[in-house]
């Protein structure tokens, strides 16, 4: 059984930092393509960034030069760097396996 489960969610101000992490099961590490995406009280869920299991990345124009997505095959963990966060950074934020989604964890940025 697949799983994603993501830690590292809170409130923080802005301009301050957090580390979001999706720890997979059920799939082989190295093997499979990781996205985090996030969705803001009211909004559509928007893609934030991806990480392919050949090691590419790429990222919304929103979060470039702020965020940094990151793999530890050792431990079937894909991260999320959060730096300079803004208030707009707000929102819950999940990973998608391009199948499986995780339950999602809240960000709070407050001004």
């Known amino acids: 059984q697949v799983q994603l489960v993501e830690s590292g969610g809170g409130l923080v101000q802005a301009g301050g930092s957090l580390r979001l992490s999706c720890t997979v099961s059920g799939l082989t590490a190295g093997t499979y393509a990781i996205d985090w995406y996030r969705q803001a009280p009211g909004k559509q869920r928007e893609f934030v960034a991806f990480?392919?299991?050949?090691?590419?990345?790429d990222y919304a124009d929103s979060v470039k030069g702020r965020f940094t997505i990151s793999g530890d095959n050792a431990k079937n963990t894909v991260y999320l760097q959060m730096n300079r966060l803004k208030p707009e950074d707000t929102g819950v934020y999940y990973c998608?396996?391009?199948?499986?989604w995780g339950q999602g964890t809240q960000v709070t940025v407050s001004s």
């Open positions: 998608y396996s391009g199948v499986y």
């Open positions: 990480l392919t299991s050949s090691g590419t990345k």
